[in-house]
């Protein structure tokens, strides 16, 4: 477990640790499965930041950004160069070796840059409305957490990687079906309790309820494992497979999509 927490903590953020002693697939796996974890220092940065909201010290707008700009920093940006990179591959033609070159170079291409420019600003006028309001927070911390669980669903045992080397090699079919199911149960449930915790807390919500207002943050869990899956499962047919470049879009499209279910979500809440 040790050495899971290593690789996790050393592929997922920029923060300093110790390179694990050894990496097999039961270390790579579980490692996918401990992704959510890692999310920790950016969603303590967001809930700060919605403190500095709350109290009027900035503008909602300006909290977004510095968010999204602390959770850039803290995962070196390899969610959102995986986004671009795969954006480029996808658009530059249906040829599978043609599209794994163009996102092998790094360069960002026009629809690389389109997508992270879309998908961030949609992040931000999410976290705007979200990070005024406390439950808004809590629900996108969740879907923060939930995002990450792309991984897990990326290196589903079953899905190979696209090529020989890089990080889809190094964890492609690593996480069983059983330990996927568990995860795709079991988060959404931890979700649900999180939401009967806050609402207890903050008395019953307001406006039309479509939803228990508890069953809201798993939710978002489950819009998050979805935009996960499409992601995988779009990209597996055009490339046979997945790539690191896989693995970081999905991140960012389930956070995009948890996101926006999340303030679709809140005056229910």
Do not use: K
């Amino acid at each position: 477990m040790r050495e899971a927490w290593r690789l996790a903590v050393g592929t997922f953020t920029a923060l300093p640790v110790r390179h694990p002693q050894r990496v097999e697939r039961r270390v790579a796996g579980l490692a996918m499965l401990l992704a959510p974890a890692t999310t920790l220092p950016a969603a303590l940065a967001w809930c700060a930041v919605a403190a500095a909201v709350a109290v009027e010290l900035v503008p909602a707008g300006v909290g977004a950004v510095v968010a999204l700009l602390v959770t850039a920093l803290v995962s070196r940006a390899l969610h959102l160069d995986g986004l671009a990179d795969l954006a480029d591959g996808l658009t530059s033609g249906h040829d599978r070796d043609r599209s794994l070159d163009v996102m092998r170079r790094g360069n960002t291409g026009p629809a690389g840059a389109a997508a992270l420019v879309l998908v961030l600003l949609l992040d931000a006028a999410c976290l705007t409305v979200l990070l005024g309001d406390p439950a808004g927070t809590a629900l996108a911390v969740v879907a923060l957490a939930a995002s990450r669980l792309a991984c897990a669903v990326c290196a589903r045992d079953g899905i190979p990687p696209a090529r020989a080397q890089g990080l889809g090699q190094g964890v492609a079919g690593t996480v069983s079906r059983a330990a996927l199911a568990s995860v795709a149960v079991v988060v959404p449930a931890l979700a649900a309790a999180l939401g009967l915790l806050a609402h207890r807390l903050t008395g019953d919500g307001s406006g039309v309820t479509w939803l228990p207002a508890t069953a809201y943050p798993a939710a978002v869990v489950l819009v998050a494992l979805g935009a996960a899956l499409a992601t995988r499962r779009h990209a597996v047919r055009r490339l046979g497979g997945i790539t690191g470049d896989v693995i970081g879009a999905a991140i960012e499209v389930s956070l995009a999509a948890a996101l926006v279910a999340s303030t679709i979500a809140l005056p229910h809440v």
